[in-house]
């Protein structure tokens, strides 16, 4: 789960990591320099944590403080302690003696070295600390920190439609997709692109295309990027069949790849095709990591990418081509 207040994200949980070596949460977005808590990090404490420690099956809590890279190593070191100390004494002040004399609270911090990116980056994800719960006999204290997702940055999926037409070498194609995070049904936004081909072909129409982002900590980061790309089966190679087994079992993408082979959608009701409800979004994430898996996506680029694939099992083509093709947003909203 992925909290986000004001623009800025402040709870990322991580319920599919080993718990014994990673944490249950990171509670991040701390103040530039600053270690007090922020409303949803005590929210998220008061919800979740504190009832198992008043529940008495918890031995261990071990908090471990983050600093981004602003400023220098040995303040950071101490800042991300401070982090960790302002955890323990909000758990402190809200338990009971009792409660908290059967609890052992560890503390300490990894100062900048776990955030990423050049000297002076700040981003919010590494103004953090993590909590780890152990209900049985807890490991010794970590020597290096774990390897987590990077940033604030989250894998959008998308699904679109593409219009346009393509004439002997050139082309020239529209795109608009509703994009969604794979990390929480509540971020999503709409994408337009325009994009331009050189190949042989010949003819137009609508094809349906699924689109892959990331990089990006904030929807808008996509604006102006530029990208290119190819056919989908084409791109997949010989990992298409279990992937493309998986787009044609998925409801949403055959409804669609249906309206658009009727050619009785227009682009208004189209639009509202794309959209999803959240258990087709849960659909849509699955497909959307098992296809950037596939595709050998960077997890961790250094800048915002956007990947677009054509979806063969829809289209209403009079078009054959096999051409290569590139675009840029034009924008975000």
Not at 158 to 173: N, Q, W
Not at 271 to 276: A, G, N, P, S, V
Request: hydrophobic share 40%; with cysteine; net charge positive.
């Amino acid at each position: 789960m992925i909290t986000a207040v004001n623009g800025e994200q402040r709870i990322q949980e991580f319920p599919w990591l080993d718990p014994i070596r990673y944490p249950r949460v990171r509670l991040f977005g701390f103040a530039t320099g600053k270690s007090l808590l922020h409303p949803e990090h005590q929210a998220w404490l008061q919800r979740n944590l504190l009832p198992l420690l008043k529940s008495g099956k918890v031995r261990l809590i071990r908090l471990m403080g983050h600093a981004s890279k602003l400023g220098g190593a040995d303040f950071n070191q101490r800042l991300s302690e401070d982090r960790a100390r302002a955890v323990r004494r909000f758990i402190e002040q809200n338990v009971s003696v009792k409660v908290a004399a059967k609890v052992a609270v560890e503390v300490g911090g990894y100062g900048e070295a776990t955030a990423l990116g050049t000297a002076g980056n700040n981003d919010p994800f590494y103004r953090g600390v993590d909590v780890y719960v152990f209900e049985g006999d807890p490991p010794p204290p970590p020597v290096t920190p774990p390897e987590l997702p990077c940033g604030t940055t989250t894998l959008y999926l998308g699904l679109g439609i593409k219009l346009g037409s393509h004439l002997g070498v050139v082309g020239l194609r529209a795109i608009e997709s509703w994009m969604y995070s794979t990390a929480s049904y509540g971020d999503s936004f709409t994408l337009e692109a325009m994009v331009g081909g050189v190949g042989l072909g010949l003819g137009g129409g609508a094809n349906l295309v699924l689109l892959l982002g990331n990089g990006a900590t904030n929807p808008v980061d996509f604006k102006k990027l530029r990208f290119e790309g190819w056919d989908f089966e084409l791109s997949l190679g010989g990992r298409w069949g279990d992937v493309g087994k998986l787009i044609r079992n998925t409801p949403k993408l055959v409804r669609v790849a249906n309206a658009i082979k009727k050619g009785k959608a227009s682009a208004k009701v189209l639009k509202t095709l794309l959209k999803l409800n959240p258990e087709e979004w849960e659909k849509m994430a699955e497909l959307a990591k098992t296809v950037s898996a596939a595709l050998g996506v960077d997890s961790c680029p250094q800048s915002p990418q956007l990947h677009v694939f054509d979806l063969p099992l829809a289209g209403v083509a009079v078009e054959a081509s096999v051409y290569k093709w590139w675009g840029t947003v034009t924008s975000v909203y």
